[in-house]
């Protein structure tokens, strides 16, 4: 998962969520920690893209953290939404998978907890696609 979600997701995520993400660039870097990507999405999205920044890469413990620094049409009210994603091995060959975030807004902005619940059921609904595309595909990241 960490492979497939983390360090592949540019190439990964557009081929299998089409129709909700067009693509994944590089802006800046190669990946590594002080890397830019901007995750592009469809006409279908309610957002045109996220400009996000890596922040920590730690393959060894398959951990990311990292920064979204542009969010389309919410820049007037978020300042950023640092995330934290660790993966931890469970069982044989499976993991779970632990995400924090905190929002850090502009003024006096107050974000509902059912607007953070939706983005935390988009994260989740992004992993399950992976997920079944790792099951059916088991050794596409060995």
Known sequence: MFKALILDSHNLCPKLMFSSIKSIELIKGQGEPG???QMNFTEASPLKYVRYRIDELDEQNFMCKYTFLEVDGLTDKLESIVYEVKFER???TGCVCKMTSEYRT????EFK???IELG????IGMYEVVEAYLLAHPHAYT
Do not use: N
């Open 90 to 92: 469970y069982g044989f």
């Open 120 to 123: 935390k059921d988009r994260a």
């Open 106 to 109: 502009k003024g006096d902005v």
């Open 35 to 37: 890397s830019i990507k």
């Open 113 to 115: 907890e059912e607007d």
